[in-house]
């Protein structure tokens, strides 16, 4: 249920156009989902000017209008129901709700979601019901304690930011304005804002401009000959670094229930050594549950998670003055549960690898920044400008450099697509 546009209509019999449109509301998202629903029926909504002349002459409102008109006069179209069908831009805007009360005429277009014609009954359209709840609403707030016109214009003045609470997206949610208006400090607003469609609220801090910039880098490393090193960083640019931020060795050594792994970590001298967070992931998806670990770590400390068969070495928010961190021990499992461990073939020989999560602020690779002096904002007021930047790990890969035959790269793409959606599924369920 949602409304396609909204008007309040003063009628002003003995004025050259007998009324004037004191408020509209169109809501383009409903627009586009009733040209969706209504196919070749479709009509778009009119300009102000064409349907305040259709409506107005279609409630026989206009002073001149003494004549005798078929379509609208004869026996077969007496109205009992305040709904209409409008001939605006060659076609008939149907339904259309509307009501003459106290001098001001309420209406408004609901969305019809299926096709006009033939036209559905009236009591199948959820939307007329949910169109009078909205107009009862608003004239019981125009008119609730009014004095004189001056009280009025100032409640036509608050309604856009009252339907923007309490009607946002055309969708009615409390038809008590009263309700809205408690919640929304109109005295601290000294020039009327104009408000996107998502927001319901004025925002009543200073004024400001934020900028950020991200990158992410991917990278997959091997320690062969044979296979090259690969890193990508990507973000508001898409470029080449010279080196990766994290230069890693792995090896996994696999016997029959255990495996003995080597991890080495260095960090590029050139590299921001303060972290956000710090840490590298070593999964063992088609084995069963750790039973045991003897480990040996140089920095940081490990965190083993026995029934998913996953090492989290944390590493924290800054390497030692060395620069580089390593790790060493072996790993032994228990039998393989069938209902709670994927058995691909992965994390075993060439597909073993070690994943690196990590975060650094107010740093990237490419040396790429926003300027907050040369930000130019063309609006009223001088709002604060902040600008932000970071790197971020995204599918950073370290393979283990023991495996028996070297894949291929293309091969090791397709993998650490699957990896991503196992860590989905195990880690993120």
């Not at 650094?360 to 902040?386: E, N, R």
């Amino acid at each position: 249920m949602a409304q396609r546009a909204v008007w309040l209509i003063s009628h002003e019999p003995g004025t050259p156009l007998c009324g004037t449109v004191r408020f509209s509301r169109r809501y383009p998202t409903v627009e586009k989902r009733a040209r969706v629903f209504n196919g070749t029926s479709y009509v778009p909504i009119p300009e102000d000017g064409p349907f305040l002349k259709a409506l107005l002459f279609e409630l026989r409102l206009l002073d001149d209008d003494k004549d005798f008109v078929e379509s609208r006069d004869s026996c077969s179209h007496i109205n009992k129901t305040s709904v209409y069908g409008l001939l605006v831009g060659g076609g008939e805007l149907w339904p259309v709700v509307a009501f003459l009360k106290n001098n001001m005429i309420y209406a408004c277009v609901p969305l019809v979601e299926q096709t006009l014609s033939p036209r559905p009954p009236l009591i199948s359209i959820s939307g007329i019901s949910q169109s009078f709840e909205l107009l009862f609403g608003i004239q019981d707030f125009l008119h609730l304690g009014q004095k004189n016109d001056t009280e009025l214009n100032t409640k036509l003045n608050q309604l856009p930011d009252l339907l923007l609470q309490a009607c946002p997206f055309g969708t009615l949610l409390d038809a008590n304005l009263q309700n809205s208006l408690d919640s929304i400090n109109f005295a601290s607003v000294t020039h009327p804002q104009k408000q996107p469609a998502w927001k319901v609220g004025t925002y009543k801090g200073k004024p400001q401009v934020s900028i950020s910039i991200t990158e992410k880098v991917k990278s997959m490393q091997y320690d062969k000959q044979d296979i090259a090193d690969t890193w990508q960083v990507v973000g508001a640019v898409t470029c080449k670094v010279p080196v990766p931020p994290i230069l890693g060795f792995y090896q996994m050594k696999e016997e029959e229930i255990q495996v003995k792994i080597t991890v080495n970590l260095k960090l590029h001298e050139s590299v921001k050594n303060n972290f956000e967070f710090c840490e590298a992931r070593i999964p063992f998806y088609n084995r069963g549950p750790i039973t045991h670990v003897e480990y040996k770590v140089s920095f940081g400390q490990l965190e083993v998670f026995r029934e998913k068969s996953l090492l989290i070495w944390i590493i924290g928010q800054k390497f030692p003055k060395s620069m580089e961190i390593s790790l060493s021990g072996t790993v032994t499992f228990g039998a393989k549960s069938h209902e709670k461990q994927p058995f691909d073939e992965i994390c075993i020989g060439g597909t073993a690898y070690l994943k690196l999560h990590f975060k650094i602020l107010d740093y990237t690779l490419t040396g790429c920044y926003a300027d907050q002096h040369s930000v130019q904002v063309f609006a009223s007021g001088k709002p604060k400008i902040s600008t932000h930047r970071k790197l971020i790990s995204s599918d950073y890969y370290i393979w283990n450099s023991k495996a028996p035959a070297p894949i291929t790269y293309g091969s090791l793409l397709l993998i650490s697509h699957c990896f991503r959606d196992i860590h989905r599924l195990l880690y993120h369920p």
